[in-house]
T-cell receptor, first 113, second 112 residues
Framework: AQSVTQLGSHVSVSEGALVLLRCNYS??????LFWYVQYPNQGLQLLLK??????LVKGINGFEAEFKKSETSFHLTKPSAHMSDAAEYFC???????????FGAGTRLFVKA | EPEVTQTPSHQVTQMGQEVILRCVPI?????FYWYRQILGQKVEFLVS????????KSEIFDDQFSVERPDGSNFTLKIRSTKLEDSAMYFC??????????FGNGTRLTVT
């Protein structure tokens, strides 16, 4: 069975600072991994996905994530935070051919001016 | 870009009443899902649907819940007798082969 752990329910950064949101996964088979963002009162929007191609994945809004099999991690980064990045971020995992995507508990990102 | 649409955006119902949440998935997708997010909590898997049948469901998806694809476009979630603890945001999602899920904006269900 697969699972996802997001370290830190809240992360606060200053505008212009590096954003690092941590995600570790557990999966018995090669996983597909995703990051979703949720703005207040909205649905889940896909930021980026890893599907066994390049290990460094670039997504929308300047975000990227690196799949590290040895560390079972898929951390999300952005070099320079913007105020508009303030939102809830969810890491998710699904098995290849699986019917269920499992979400982490989410990390709320605060960006200070 | 095609998107998943959900109606209504907000549903208020009394405890014990039946509710039907509606979703129109992306037209060429084959896999359909319902997720739930209780306020301030994580996104929880409820059920997946493929080839006109449930392919997987969670322990949350008990006999009070059912899903249906009544025609070629709609995908519905029915809660037969709502409880206070059913109050949550319900998200519909759809996906194709080896593609990520596309989510709707959700229906906020409030049970009073």
């Amino acid at each position: 069975a697969q699972s996802v752990t997001q370290l830190g329910s809240h992360v606060s950064v200053s505008e212009g600072a590096l954003v690092l949101l941590r995600c570790n996964y557990s999966s018995s088979v090669p996983p597909y991994l995703f990051w979703y963002v949720q703005y207040p009162n909205q649905g889940l929007q896909l930021l980026l996905k890893y599907t066994s191609a390049a290990t460094l994945v670039k997504g929308i809004n300047g975000f990227e994530a690196e799949f590290k099999k040895s560390e079972t991690s898929f951390h999300l980064t952005k070099p320079s935070a913007h105020m508009s990045d303030a939102a809830e971020y969810f890491c998710a995992v699904t098995n290849t051919g699986g019917f269920k995507t499992i979400f982490g508990a989410g990390t709320r990102l605060f960006v200070k001016a | 870009e095609p998107e998943v649409t959900q109606t209504p955006s907000h549903q208020v119902t009394q405890m014990g009443q039946e509710v039907i949440l509606r979703c129109v998935p992306i037209s060429n997708h084959l896999y359909f899902y319902w997720y739930r997010q209780i306020l301030g909590q994580k996104v929880e898997f409820l059920v997946s649907f493929y080839n006109n049948e449930i392919s997987e469901k969670s322990e949350i998806f008990d006999d009070q819940f059912s899903v249906e694809r009544p025609d070629g476009s709609n995908f519905t979630l029915k809660i037969r007798s709502t409880k206070l603890e059913d109050s949550a945001m319900y998200f519909c999602a759809s996906g194709g082969d080896n593609s990520p899920l596309h989510f709707g904006n959700g229906t906020r269900l409030t049970v009073t």
